[in-house]
């Protein structure tokens, strides 16, 4: 290969790394849910923006009309899915307590702009927050936070008169970006047990359906020739406990 060809090769890793980073991500088995899609989708459209507004220099001996090529292409696909994604990838990241309101607001300059964003998404969370509300009697009398693993999750009583919504949403003291989630609201069950509700049904949805196609892979090599005569039951407990082992539940 010359070194016009390597050089290439270089700006398609460039090009191709975050799509990588994006996969180990979304398909991981341990905390790739939905509230990941839409950051990395936007993520990657800004890196395919990029790679096409670079201007090749005027005296480029090397042709990289491929490499846009390859990132329009790329660029189009994500807006195509990005165009038809769901609700539901709204509502996940909202209930996300890292992200909550400032993932759509952080980069909005203009106050009236910004104003009629977060009305727009809290309006859309609390749509849901209603029909969620309606399934469960909630407590009349302010409860005491229950303890937490992690002392900064630990917060006051949320008083009966409070907008459960309002406070989650406006509320300054967020988590870290490395911390889980799902821990987040194991602490604040109490404060706002109507979202937490809502943030284990939607937190809980896989980003990508490669954790259920591994499950799958895994049944089709525990039941050979060998163990044809094993039962449904039999099955599903051996795919349990190894599913156990190796996230050390069980030892």
């Given amino acids: 290969m010359t070194d016009d060809e390597w050089s290439l090769f270089k700006q398609f890793e460039v090009l191709l790394k975050p799509f990588n980073d994006a996969t180990e991500d979304c398909c991981a088995d341990k905390r790739a849910t939905l509230q990941d899609v839409v950051p990395w989708s936007n993520e990657l459209l800004d890196h395919c923006e990029q790679i ?15 490499l846009y090529d ?7 696909k994500l807006l195509k899915y990005y165009d038809i994604s769901s609700e539901h990838m709204t509502i996940a990241v909202l209930l996300d307590p890292r992200q909550k309101l400032s993932f ?23 749509e849901v927050y209603d029909q969620y509300k309606t399934d469960r009697v909630a407590d009349t009398e302010p409860v005491e936070e229950v303890s937490s693993n992690h002392p900064r999750f630990k ?23 490395d911390d889980d989630p799902a821990a987040w609201w194991r602490a604040n069950n109490q404060r706002f047990p109507v979202l937490a509700k809502m943030a284990r049904d939607y937190l809980a949805i896989p980003g990508t359906s490669a954790s259920s196609e591994r499950a ?10 060998r163990r044809t005569r094993l039962g449904a039951a039999s099955i599903k407990a051996c795919i349990l406990l190894q599913s156990w082992l190796t996230e050390n539940i069980v030892s």
């Fill in 52 to 66: 096409l507004e670079q201007e090749e220099p005027a005296d480029a001996t090397l042709d990289t009309s491929t």
């Fill in 70 to 76: 390859a990132a329009e292409e790329a660029r189009d």
């Fill in 104 to 126: 759509y607001t952080h980069e909005i300059t203009d106050d009236n702009v910004l104003q009629d964003t977060k009305t727009k998404f809290e309006k859309q969370l609390r």
């Fill in 155 to 177: 917060r006051r009583k949320l008083d009966k008169l409070s907008d459960e919504v309002q406070t989650y949403l406006y509320d300054t003291a967020t988590p870290k970006w």
């Fill in 216 to 225: 799958f892979s895994k049944a089709g090599l525990l039941i050979t020739d």
